[in-house]
């Protein structure tokens, strides 16, 4: 928004909406009437409906039960995130925060934020990694059962298994979470299902589009508890834009525009290279499993999203992040056809995923677009907007709606002055600030994306944790009940991906043929 001024307060609007960040909710004022108090506050401004979001984030209470034994496959970098939303972290971790918080205040709030995280009753008892390091780690933060430091009283230690197939066919385990590389997912997934174990997987769903069909079988016919790690089913702003669009707000949606766009080497996969690892310390062959034989390289080792031999590249990796909030949203569904190009113009490191991707995907029986387009090499921030014929919405972890100026919807109110194009009519900002203790880009681009944390009653809640929490409810219930996102949910994530990677590689358009469930 520009700075101009108000003349007669001497306030920016970007002041006025700034300001605004304690309340949750500002609806049916917008800044059209906002500048215009001084003759218009006293009108009500007919035709914007009542928007009540007291219910639309509640979190249903943690379902009492058994305590659930759990079983991690994968505990490197987003492994050790999704124990830490568990309640487990190494006991270094507490004493670096505790150091760190001496001297900072944020981290001092953050340690708390984990101290006082919710217990979800579960316990760590089986863990499995191809590097040594990792494994070995993960059994010191399993152990962790008190979230004490170092000096503090530690809990049992998990089992290390040496092979996942170990591991979810061990009575030692109750559900899986899984969070290996990209080609791993359904190999582990389809293990676990087939052994009765609940699954909480890391997105995407699959690496290729035939393994896709296998898994969405095996997890229907085995019955087990599925999640896909798309934790942005638990962003709160999320939910009140699915309210807001059902209660036809921005009218008639036509386009949406998803992007992402970084530029760090971390954010494009250029991993650190740990030095304690080699041919001994890593487990080289499981950790190629169904992808193509390659020499030991810790470069494809560390950095393997750079390569299609185990990744799913920007469509599988962000997109899919995209895509997820945007069928939660609208409940899009898998799309007609997808169109694709871009490829490797800035990361010349041998690389094959492409680092710049556009992608449109077209819905025609809902008369509308979905695009989608990511650099690696620039940080400018787009966000997601859903463009309506009476209003545009832009999302992230707050949102806002602004009024178009032909709008059909709310003519009257235009040309009577109570409310002005190009204004926003609602905004929605569920906390005051930022979680503290966001270091890496990458935790800034997920945290700006509504992905590392949320608010419940104003406060700030690890999205994955909830996650987590809703998978382990499902579980507990024992009565059939799904989470929100399931294998129907994933299966949509992952075809729609992968008709996107197909008309990358072959150049072409690609479409779904929806009564054979096959892409063409």
């Given at each position: 928004?520009?700075?101009?001024?108000?003349?007669?307060?001497?306030?920016?609007?970007?002041?006025?909406?700034?300001?605004?960040?304690?309340?949750?909710?500002?609806?049916?004022?917008?800044?059209?009437?906002?500048?215009?108090?001084?003759?218009?506050?006293?009108k009500?401004?007919?035709?914007?409906?009542?928007?009540?979001?007291?219910?639309?984030?509640?979190?249903?209470?943690?379902?009492?039960?058994?305590?659930?034994?759990?079983?991690v496959?994968?505990?490197g970098?987003r492994?050790?995130?999704?124990?830490?939303?568990?309640?487990?972290?190494?006991?270094?971790?507490?004493?670096?925060?505790?150091?760190?918080g001496?001297?900072?205040?944020?981290?001092?709030?953050?340690?708390?934020?984990?101290?006082?995280?919710?217990?979800?009753?579960?316990?760590?008892?089986?863990?499995?990694d191809?590097?040594?390091?990792?494994a070995?780690?993960?059994?010191?933060?399993?152990?962790?059962?008190?979230?004490?430091?170092?000096?503090?009283p530690?809990?049992?230690?998990?089992?290390?298994?040496?092979?996942?197939?170990?591991?979810?066919?061990?009575?030692?385990?109750?559900?899986?979470?899984?969070?290996?590389?990209?080609?791993?997912?359904?190999?582990?997934?389809?293990?676990?299902?087939?052994?009765?174990?609940?699954?909480?997987?890391?997105?995407?769903?699959?690496?290729?589009?035939?393994?896709?069909?296998e898994?969405?079988?095996?997890?229907?016919?085995?019955?087990?508890?599925?999640?896909?790690?798309?934790?942005?089913?638990?962003?709160?702003?999320?939910?009140?834009?699915?309210?807001?669009?059902?209660?036809?707000?921005?009218?008639?949606?036509?386009?949406?525009?998803?992007?992402?766009?970084?530029?760090?080497p971390?954010?494009?996969?250029?991993y650190?290279?740990?030095?304690?690892a080699?041919?001994?310390?890593?487990?080289?062959?499981q950790?190629?499993?169904?992808a193509?034989?390659?020499?030991?390289?810790?470069?494809?080792?560390?950095?393997?999203?750079?390569?299609?031999?185990?990744?799913?590249?920007?469509?599988?990796?962000?997109?899919?992040?995209?895509?997820?909030?945007?069928?939660?949203?609208?409940?899009?569904?898998?799309p007609?056809?997808?169109?694709?190009s871009?490829?490797?113009?800035?990361?010349?490191?041998?690389?094959?995923?492409?680092?710049?991707?556009?992608?449109?995907?077209e819905?025609?029986?809902?008369?509308?677009?979905?695009?989608y387009?990511?650099?690696?090499?620039?940080?400018?921030?787009?966000?997601?907007?859903?463009?309506?014929?009476?209003?545009?919405?832009?999302?992230?972890?707050?949102?806002?709606?602004?009024?178009?100026?032909?709008?059909?919807?709310?003519?009257?109110?235009?040309?009577?002055?109570?409310l002005?194009?190009?204004?926003?009519?609602?905004?929605?900002?569920?906390?005051?600030?930022?979680?503290?203790a966001?270091?890496t880009?990458?935790e800034?681009?997920?945290?700006?994306?509504?992905?590392?944390?949320?608010?419940?009653?104003?406060?700030?809640?690890?999205?994955?944790?909830?996650?987590?929490?809703?998978?382990?409810?499902?579980?507990?219930?024992?009565?059939?009940?799904?989470?929100?996102?399931?294998?129907?949910?994933a299966?949509?994530?992952?075809?729609?991906?992968h008709?996107?990677?197909?008309s990358?590689?072959?150049?072409?358009?690609t479409?779904?043929?929806?009564?054979?469930?096959?892409?063409?």
């Amino acid at each position: 928004m520009n700075q101009e001024k108000d003349k007669n307060k001497g306030i920016s609007r970007r002041d006025m909406l700034a300001g605004l960040a304690a309340i949750p909710v500002l609806g049916a004022i917008g800044y059209g009437l906002w500048s215009h108090q001084d003759e218009k506050a006293s009108k009500k401004v007919n035709g914007l409906p009542e928007m009540d979001f007291s219910a639309v984030a509640a979190v249903p209470a943690l379902v009492d039960g058994p305590e659930i034994r759990v079983g991690v496959v994968g505990v490197g970098g987003r492994g050790g995130y999704l124990m830490k939303a568990l309640g487990f972290v190494h006991p270094d971790r507490i004493d670096d925060w505790k150091l760190k918080g001496e001297k900072d205040v944020f981290w001092q709030h953050y340690l708390n934020d984990f101290l006082h995280q919710e217990n979800l009753n579960v316990k760590i008892t089986a863990v499995c990694d191809v590097f040594e390091k990792n494994a070995n780690r993960a059994i010191m933060m399993g152990a962790n059962v008190h979230r004490n430091g170092k000096d503090g009283p530690q809990g049992d230690a998990p089992v290390r298994f040496n092979t996942y197939q170990e591991l979810v066919s061990s009575d030692l385990v109750d559900a899986v979470i899984i969070a290996t590389p990209d080609h791993l997912h359904v190999p582990v997934a389809l293990a676990a299902a087939k052994n009765g174990k609940h699954v909480y997987c890391e997105k995407p769903l699959s690496w290729t589009v035939e393994e896709t069909f296998e898994v969405r079988n095996v997890v229907k016919e085995s019955n087990i508890v599925f999640q896909l790690g798309h934790q942005g089913r638990q962003t709160e702003s999320y939910q009140v834009a699915r309210s807001m669009i059902a209660k036809n707000l921005i009218g008639k949606i036509s386009l949406i525009e998803v992007c992402t766009n970084r530029n760090d080497p971390n954010g494009a996969w250029v991993y650190d290279i740990d030095p304690e690892a080699n041919e001994q310390t890593i487990d080289w062959k499981q950790f190629i499993g169904p992808a193509p034989w390659h020499p030991f390289s810790l470069e494809r080792f560390f950095r393997w999203r750079c390569w299609w031999d185990y990744s799913t590249g920007l469509s599988g990796d962000l997109f899919t992040h995209e895509f997820d909030a945007m069928n939660q949203i609208l409940g899009l569904g898998i799309p007609q056809s997808a169109m694709a190009s871009g490829g490797i113009y800035f990361y010349k490191d041998g690389r094959t995923v492409p680092d710049v991707l556009n992608m449109a995907f077209e819905y025609p029986d809902k008369d509308l677009t979905l695009l989608y387009s990511a650099t690696l090499s620039s940080e400018k921030n787009r966000g997601k907007a859903i463009m309506g014929h009476d209003a545009w919405m832009e999302l992230d972890e707050n949102l806002t709606i602004f009024l178009d100026p032909r709008s059909t919807q709310y003519k009257q109110q235009i040309e009577k002055g109570l409310l002005e194009p190009n204004k926003p009519i609602y905004s929605y900002v569920p906390g005051q600030g930022k979680v503290d203790a966001i270091t890496t880009p990458t935790e800034k681009y997920f945290a700006g994306r509504g992905l590392l944390y949320t608010y419940r009653d104003g406060k700030a809640v690890d999205t994955t944790h909830l996650h987590l929490r809703e998978w382990l409810n499902c579980i507990r219930l024992n009565n059939g009940t799904q989470p929100s996102c399931n294998i129907d949910q994933a299966f949509e994530e992952a075809i729609s991906a992968h008709m996107g990677t197909i008309s990358y590689h072959e150049g072409r358009r690609t479409y779904w043929d929806k009564e054979k469930e096959i892409i063409i």
